[in-house]
T-cell receptor, first 111, second 113 residues
Framework: EPEVTQTPSHQVTQMGQEVILRCVPI?????FYWYRQILGQKVEFLVS????????KSEIFDDQFSVERPDGSNFTLKIRSTKLEDSAMYFC?????????FGPGTRLTVT | KQEVTQIPAALSVPEGENLVLNCSFT??????LQWFRQDPGKGLTSLLL?????REQTSGRLNASLDKSSGRSTLYIAASQPGDSATYLC????????????FGKGTHLIIQP
């Protein structure tokens, strides 16, 4: 069964460094999303992406964040200058018929 | 702004019991509601999706209901098993395909063998 994949599973970075989180959505899906979950808190929506552009974004998704679909399969989230509070699980999702399918997540630890 | 609340926050029951997890949402103008399972340190597995025009959906031992007018959904788990132990999340989609899901904080379920 097709599934969303994410790499790496765990990323450790120093404050101020740039990180890129990678996702491969399910191949025939058209909408893609990024969410984050800070330890012990709710899963929060960051951004949605359709037809090679951002469709919606939350107030969390500020200028430090960007998304890209560099080729026909990958979908990336870049954080330009990481802060301690960016430490969280980051989930990618893709959607078909309004049902969202999530990847296993990348645990980002900022030290 | 949509808010989703789940009660109880945690639940521990003996194996074999039937149980109900509750989810409420503040804005009844939802497009659909999705229930997920999350195992510790893992991703989210979609369990059931209920469209706004539906009243319930069933998958195996799981049954989810939706009452838009009262802003509530329930997840019923029949004949619980230790393998059902996980955190169960409900999430509301308030707009169309571009919108993100609004999640509750989840119910942490433990099924005692």
């Amino acid at each position: 069964e097709p599934e969303v994949t994410q790499t790496p599973s765990h990323q450790v970075t120093q404050m101020g460094q740039e990180v890129i989180l990678r996702c491969v959505p399910i191949s025939n899906h058209l909408y893609f999303y990024w969410y984050r979950q800070i330890l012990g808190q709710k899963v929060e929506f960051l951004v949605s992406f359709y037809n090679n552009e951002i469709s919606e974004k939350s107030e969390i998704f500020d200028d430090q964040f960007s998304v890209e679909r560099p080729d026909g399969s990958n979908f990336t989230l870049k954080i330009r200058s990481t802060k301690l509070e960016d430490s969280a699980m980051y989930f990618c999702a893709s959607q078909q018929s309004y049902e969202q399918y999530f990847g296993p997540g990348t645990r980002l630890t900022v030290t | 702004k949509q808010e989703v609340t789940q009660i109880p926050a945690a639940l521990s029951v003996p194996e074999g019991e039937n149980l109900v997890l509750n989810c409420s949402f503040t804005d009844s103008a939802i497009y659909n509601l999705q229930w997920f399972r999350q195992d510790p340190g893992k991703g989210l597995t979609s369990l059931l999706l209920i469209q706004s025009s539906q009243r319930e959906q069933t998958s195996g031992r799981l049954n989810a209901s939706l009452d838009k007018s009262s802003g509530r959904s329930t997840l019923y788990i029949a004949a619980s098993q230790p393998g059902d132990s996980a955190t169960y999340l409900c999430a509301a989609l308030s707009g169309g395909g571009a919108d993100g899901l609004t999640f509750g904080k989840g119910t942490h379920l433990i099924i005692q063998p």
